[in-house]
């Protein structure tokens, strides 16, 4: 698969030539038969084994799922965490206040004391991972229905993951991999106790901000900082003053040596999901459907936010991580679909398409296998075009619109109980206690003022998109009730409902009935909508088995067609590692990218009447001074961003990009603004992997954030 890559340096431009990109999720305990030859044609230094083993140490455990879809890396004995800023962010937001604003201002522990807990933060270690395919396919054949192997699969992952966590504290997962062909169960231990130990303002983690994101040229220091701390005696524990900070199995050696275009470089993390084996009809629906609807709504949502953010430092505080959530694909799908009309990745697909055909109907016995596979894509997407704009709508407008909404949602089972003939007041007891226990985190981060409008705006969104046969009652009527006016039906909302305030919801637990829960205005509100979206499903289902089998026997049909290529599965949020080199690239005519940035970059951007450009006084006077320290490269510069041809996507923010001695030498956080379609094609004259250099990130722990401490508990190699 590997390209022979030529390098030829323009000294007087400082340019390289552009290499192609290793395309490529491998499954690391897979190394040692697919591309550990390859690997080390290309420079590495380590073994598989090295890398993935089961009976020793090895590069694996230091790699984690830091919270729920980010990636982290040991870089310390005593389980210092290196990720995002972007992944820390919600973290970081969690633990802010208006008198100690850490998003604003960052945070600095100068000893272990001093380090916060998250409250709800976890992050894991993969222990194993192993081939369970076999098993669960057991039971299904040929001729077993697409609702039958559904149930059959549930049946036996459900057996397998209770014998897999049957008298341990492990948690074990299945994923399907090659669209349901094979199949591997993946081990992992989890920690909670997990604390904020550093992170520099947002003026540094978020330099650029919006405007940069997915960008290149990059200026920005995406990090944070965390540790993991266990019991005494080394196991998973909830937060207690006893804990102690990790005894790490691995932790990564940190390397401040220059780099250069062409030295190799890997990544290993956690890429959430992609869909490189989509076909033509399916990108035809993003482009045309899905893509700007999502947009569409986004767009409604993110005004609304920003314009209360703008008017009070408090509101900005409660939805800085709102807001960043929902931007940054918004941003995505906007760039996706530019980049696949762009990159003609439709046209692609069909030349691959229209040559499968020709295989399958080369051969009788593949004909009659794989013969109408294509056809019945074909059929499905057609089908499934008919509820995508729909679902869009129900999803980003009505059930991730406003928040008052899904929040009177979770009243709805108290209110069942209480509307039982004999109550068991057990069961009301337990529900009003875990409904209690998360009011205060709820009305933390809300204001209702936004959330009102929210409201108005997405119903109205909604309302307009939503196919009139496939409506909510709920939104016909109050359309017709106030003329349109949704404005008018939010402020009767708002002003009516119990779960406006965390006055009147405290109120009604108080002393809750039947009556005052299920006549609630908001929670009649969201079981219509809800079961208006649920009512879409059936009709759905028989096109989305006809789906997944089309998709299933056409990835199996393709690695049966070229039977000595080495396949990857698409990416499911769960271990892989992809390698390449470092470089620059070549974005458009005339347009030749430098495959690094320095702090010269930040001084140039600096804008300080906006946001996003700010650059703290401390950070600017340490810049301007040259006052590098150790960091600096051998030509006086401090680095802050680099490239390399990595292939990554979500999930792998925070992941580590590590040289050929497995040291680790910065961390993956966004793709190019050209590839956007990469998720779904990969270019290889495009695609690049943008990462902040750890040179830059230790700089700005020592320099700007004066913590000497975590910098003597680093691994450093000169």
Known sequence: MKKVLVFIFVLALGFQSRVKADEG??????????????????GFKLSAEDIYSINKASLKDAIIIFGGGCTGEIVSPEGLIFTNHHCGYGSIQKVSTIEHDYLSDGFWSKSKDEEIAIDGLTVKF?????DVTAQMLKGISETTTESERAEILAKNEKALLDEATKGNHYQAIIRNFFAGNEFYMVVYEIFTDIRLVGTPPEAVGKFGADTDNWMWPRHTGDFSIFRVYTAPDGTPATYSKENVPMKSKWHLPISIKDTKPGDFAFIMGNPGSTQRYLTSYGIDLAINESNPTIVKI??????????????????????????????NYWKYFQGQTKALKANKVADVKRQIEAEFQAWADADQTRKAKYGTVLADYQEAYKAIKEFTKSNVYFTEAVLRGSEMMPFAGRFA???TLLAQDTVDQVKVDAAIAKLRAGIANHFKDYNKELDQKLFAETMRL????IASDKLPSTMTNHAKKFEGDFSAWADEMYSNSSFSSIEKVNALLDNPTADKINKDCAV??????????????????????????AERLYVAGLREKDPNKKYYPDANFTMRLTYGKIGGYRAADAVDYKFYTTTEGVLEKEDATNPEFVVPAKLKELILKKDFGQYANSKGEMPVGFLSDNDITGGNSGSPIMNAKGELIGLAFDGNWEAMSGDISFDKNLQKTINVDIRYVLFIIEKL?????????????K
């Open 126 to 130: 993969m222990k194993s991972m192993s």
């Open 413 to 415: 089972q108290l209110g």
């Open 298 to 327: 986004r767009t409604v949502k993110l005004d609304i936010m920003r314009e209360f953010m703008d008017s009070d430092p408090k509101i900005r505080l409660q939805y800085a991580s709102k807001f960043a959530g929902i931007a």
């Open 462 to 465: 909604a309302y307009w998109g």
């Open 25 to 42: 999720m491998w499954v690391p305990m897979f190394l040692k038969q697919l591309n550990i030859k390859d690997m080390q044609k290309q």
């Open 705 to 717: 954030g004066g913590a000497q401490n975590i910098i003597n508990e680093l691994t450093i190699v």
């Open 524 to 549: 009649k509100t969201w079981n219509n909508l809800f079961e208006s979206y649920r009512a879409l499903q059936p009709k759905a289902k028989p096109i989305s088995e006809k789906l997944a089998k």
